[in-house]
């Protein structure tokens, strides 16, 4: 899916509305998501010229936990070297460097951080406050009543939190109820980096953009729609976390639900948060209960020899199920969901497979005609992500036989490929500028916690399945006749 005409290397940055003068306090800013994205983002958008023209960065973290006031520059400088995605050079650390502070914490208190906030934001022009909790989730609700005792709640203050959002129905309500009780719901902002990606919102600019597709995406044309999120790692140092949390909570009822609504919303009447929060959440309520005979889990094997793991644990590293959307549009498609971990590929694949032409005018080879897939539409979402349109073509030669092609376009070959920012700088970008379209609204979390209920209250036994295979045997069964569209069970 090549460009129709060739465009210079110089494209003009589309123009971006600079947010207001911000303070960024992150708790947890000796932890790995800081590390990693949090504190590398902000460089990156520092300097790309998309942070405010006064900002200031303060990292609270509990005394003890390895950065302290004195060290907390040189700390960010050696994890900026490791992690940001350009080279630290002295300039950009220079420039970089006098925005940053740090403020110990203690447990039950919030230190000297209310006066550190003020002294910064006296030299600011009506600033934003954003706080996000770079924490563990039991962690939210007494920093959230921290902070409004030591009063850092105002208007301007925006609030910032990770998945997961609660670990059921009746968690995620009074998860919700305890935010609600410091914060507007307008003031926080549940982030999925999931949503982030350039090749995920790409999944709405090519649907609603392209009158050809939209027309066709509805269940007069579509069989099926697979999301398919397979890693390669295993726990990785993370079993605490994934003991008390598995597969299914920690990756279906966020990132996979949540394509699944891009999928199958509606089309809004314009591209706001409002329009796309109320149409991802018609799409929820239309959404069945899971039905707990369509899904698999899966353990891999040596899951239970890594440290932190029960020896007689039954925590699921693997599912895979399917689900329904009851509405006029996808009445009678079959939508499947698989993820997992120690899996033979790391991928992030939407698919969704046409129905077969009812006319059979061209011959099919006997030893073709068994791996014949249907037309197939897949949107690749690992960075930097592709589009490809599998169809159907006549073998060159004499006879009227067919073979399958690809048509494709790459986001590297895109010459607005220098423009893109990763899913945390999006985000983060976002969250300054006010703007919740990639965000998470309560009403949707708590209605995928409400239709995960039979299956959280009566989960199946995980099946074991070799590191590096595509997941447990009989995984190919739940989605006969169809197959999955990236390899079957090895």
């Known amino acids: 899916m090549g460009r129709s005409s060739s465009k210079s290397e110089a494209v003009?940055?589309?123009?971006?509305?600079?947010?207001?003068?911000?303070?960024?306090?992150?708790?947890?800013?000796?932890?790995?998501?800081?590390?990693?994205?949090?504190?590398?983002?902000?460089?990156?958008?520092?300097?790309?010229?998309?942070?405010?023209?006064?900002?200031?960065?303060?990292?609270?973290?509990?005394?003890?936990?390895?950065?302290?006031?004195?060290?907390?520059?040189?700390?960010?400088?050696?994890?900026?070297?490791?992690?940001?995605?350009?080279?630290?050079?002295?300039?950009?650390?220079?420039?970089?460097?006098?925005?940053?502070?740090?403020v110990g914490t203690n447990k039950g208190g919030l230190g000297n951080l209310s006066a550190q906030v003020k002294r910064v934001e006296a030299t600011m022009d009506d600033p934003t406050r954003i706080i996000y909790l770079a924490v563990p989730p039991p962690a939210f609700t007494e920093l959230v009543a921290l902070l409004d005792v030591d009063g850092m709640v105002n208007d301007s203050t925006r609030l910032v939190i990770e998945k997961p959002f609660g670990a059921d129905l009746n968690s995620a309500r009074r998860l919700n109820g305890d935010l609600h009780r410091v914060f507007k719901e307008s003031q926080i902002y549940r982030i999925d980096?999931?949503?982030?990606?350039?090749?995920?919102?790409?999944?709405?600019?090519?649907?609603f953009a392209n009158g050809l597709f939209e027309a066709a995406w509805n269940n007069r044309y579509i069989d099926y729609v697979q999301i398919d999120v397979p890693e390669t790692l295993a726990v990785e140092g993370r079993a605490g976390f994934y003991e008390s949390t598995g597969a299914f909570r920690d990756m279906v009822v966020t990132h996979l639900f949540q394509l699944l609504g891009f999928l199958a919303m509606e089309p809004p009447a314009r591209l706001s948060a409002h329009e796309l929060h109320d149409k991802k959440i018609e799409v929820y309520r239309a959404i069945k209960p899971i039905d707990v005979a369509r899904v698999v889990y899966g353990q891999y094997l040596g899951y239970k020899e890594e440290p932190g793991v029960a020896p007689d644990s039954n925590v699921e590293t693997f599912v895979a199920l399917e689900a329904g959307v009851e509405n006029e549009r996808w009445a009678g498609v079959r939508w499947f969901l698989r993820t997992g971990?120690?899996?033979?590929?790391?991928?992030?694949?939407?698919t969704l497979g046409f129905k077969e032409s009812p006319l059979h005018m061209f011959e099919l080879d006997p030893a073709f005609k068994s791996k014949i897939r249907p037309n197939e539409l897949i949107f690749e979402l690992s960075d930097p992500g592709s589009v490809t349109m599998e169809v159907l073509v006549k073998e060159p030669g004499p006879t009227a036989r067919l073979e399958v092609a690809?048509?494709?376009?790459?986001?590297?070959?895109?010459?607005?490929?220098?423009?893109?920012?990763?899913?945390?700088?999006?985000?983060?970008?976002?969250?300054?500028?006010?703007?919740?379209?990639?965000?998470?609204?309560?009403?949707?979390?708590?209605?995928?916690?409400?239709?995960?209920?039979?299956?959280?209250?009566?989960p199946p036994e995980p099946m074991q399945y070799a590191r590096g295979s595509w997941g447990p045997h009989g995984t190919e069964s739940l989605v006969l006749p169809f197959s999955w569209h990236l390899p079957e069970v090895t």
């Open 12 to 102: 003009d940055r589309e123009i971006v509305t600079q947010p207001r003068d911000t303070v960024i306090i992150l708790f947890g800013a000796t932890g790995d998501l800081v590390k990693r994205k949090l504190l590398p983002g902000l460089f990156h958008l520092s300097e790309a010229s998309l942070m405010p023209a006064r900002f200031h960065i303060i990292g609270c973290a509990p005394e003890g936990s390895g950065a302290d006031e004195s060290d907390f520059g040189d700390y960010v400088h050696e994890v900026l070297g490791n992690f940001a995605r350009k080279e630290v050079t002295n300039e950009s650390w220079a420039r970089f460097a006098p925005h940053i502070s740090f």
């Open 193 to 207: 980096h999931f949503l982030g990606k350039e090749a995920v919102q790409n999944i709405l600019a090519f649907r």
């Open 341 to 350: 971990k120690a899996m033979a590929e790391t991928r992030t694949s939407v």
């Open 406 to 458: 690809p048509i494709t376009f790459h986001y590297d070959e895109s010459t607005l490929v220098a423009l893109e920012l990763e899913a945390y700088e999006r985000l983060l970008h976002d969250v300054m500028l006010g703007e919740h379209l990639l965000f998470n609204r309560a009403d949707a979390i708590e209605r995928l916690w409400e239709i995960s209920q039979p299956l959280l209250s009566s």
